[in-house]
């Protein structure tokens, strides 16, 4: 016959298995409509793993596996870098969260070099930029930096798996591991696609995340792995990590938020401020 504590150990139980039921259906909506979404990848021993893939508040993103996701219907498209004018064509977007800073200016610099600053509360991590071939995404960086848009935001999302990538840029994601809204947040604008193909996705190399073509906004992702074979060449590459690896590194052996390969890093990572440098 069951005793007194044998009933209350029965019903903590069911009442652990609820919650946890009820945090993975939550995390479950949240990473479809965050940034970097899922990939299937084949072990060779023929284990099925789950690697991973990049998607966007505005969408999702493919893997090597799968084709070019749609664009959103009836919407407008960003215009890419005109060489004859050295103008980009940004376009209004106000799906998802969105911290308003206005549309960057036209008029793109794809001449000067530039290093983009990010320090965070670890340290930090230099980017060099690479306007000659993502023109529109780097001028993109210059007003959001310029407007401190990503002053006191946090990391959201770090994957361990087949992917392995740190995602920074939504200036209203939490980073907990619970809010669901986390990967949907941007500058309430979308950047034309560049360099696609440009630029294979090695270690250190800095790429725009998305949800399919022409969706990009402020959120973009750090490779720390080999992950050329893993990633369709879907995502602008702007930049490669020059300082500050041993950051994301460190970030990356922590872990998860509450275990697995996918979710908010266990080690808090905050954009204290992002700076860009090169003459105007």
Do not use: W
């Amino acid at each position: 016959m069951a005793t007194g504590k044998d009933r209350q150990r029965e019903l903590a139980r069911r009442h652990y298995e609820r919650q946890m039921a009820r945090r993975a259906e939550r995390m479950a909506k949240a990473r479809r409509r965050r940034i970097i979404g899922s990939v299937l990848g084949v072990v060779v021993v023929g284990a099925v793993v789950a690697t991973s893939v990049v998607v966007s508040g505005s969408g999702d993103v493919t893997s090597a596996q799968t084709g070019a996701q749609a664009s959103p219907s009836a919407a407008p498209e960003p215009k890419p870098f005109d060489p004859a004018t050295r103008t980009c064509g940004y376009v209004a977007d106000s799906s998802g969260q969105v911290k308003d800073v206005g549309l960057p200016p036209a008029q793109a610099d794809p001449d000067t070099p530039r290093t983009m600053t990010l320090t965070t509360n670890h340290g930090k991590i230099e980017i060099k930029l690479e306007p000659a071939k993502a023109p529109c995404t780097v001028n993109s960086f210059v007003h959001l930096a310029s407007k401190d848009y990503f002053d006191g935001t946090k990391c959201h999302r770090l994957t361990t798996g087949g992917l392995h990538v740190l995602q920074c840029g939504d200036p209203l994601a939490k980073a907990d591991g619970e809010t669901e809204t986390d990967g949907t947040g941007g500058p309430g604008y979308r950047i034309a696609d560049e360099n696609l193909g440009g630029m294979e996705y090695k270690r250190g190399v800095v790429a725009m995340a998305n949800s399919g073509p022409n969706t990009g906004g402020s959120q973009f992702f750090i490779v720390y792995g080999d992950d050329t074979n893993n990633l369709a060449p879907n995502y602008t590459p702007f930049g490669t990590v020059t300082k500050g690896m041993s950051i994301v590194d460190k970030v990356a052996k922590a872990g998860v938020k509450g275990g697995g390969g996918d979710g908010a890093p266990k080690l808090a990572v905050e954009l204290k401020d992002v700076t860009i440098s090169g003459k105007s």
